[in-house]
């Protein structure tokens, strides 16, 4: 389990060998008869309900398979050393798929599109 810097009664609900940098496959579910409090939902990403995050998601997905078109140099670079290298960053284990997201509609310009 996850540990936290603040002390709980609990553990912190995790799924092993889930990498934050990675696209989502699978998500936890409040399960009160598991053992943890918690299962694994593997049907997909956890749905939204919010309007723009389906069509920011898969906005997001296409530009990063394309290899971020309208980036700079700079900007690829980092992406690339972000999500295709293995590395470890200590103290910052948090998901990089919020900055793709800002860096691609904003730096990009494709506010519009979406």
Do not use: C
Not at 37 to 49: A, L
């Amino acid at each position: 389990m996850a540990k936290s810097v603040i002390n709980y009664d609990k553990d912190l609900p995790e799924i092993p060998n889930r990498w934050p940098w990675e696209k989502p496959t699978s998500y936890l579910v409040k399960d009160d008869n598991s053992p943890t409090g918690w299962r694994e939902d593997t049907s997909d990403r956890r749905p939204s309900q919010l309007l723009l995050v389906p069509k920011t998601r898969t906005a997001v997905d296409a530009w990063r398979q394309q290899g971020y078109p309208g980036a700079s140099d700079v900007t690829r670079r980092l992406f690339e050393y972000w999500f295709d290298e293995d590395h470890e960053v200590r103290g910052f284990g948090v998901p990089f798929r919020r900055p793709t997201a800002v860096l691609s509609f904003k730096g990009v310009g494709r506010w519009g599109q979406v």
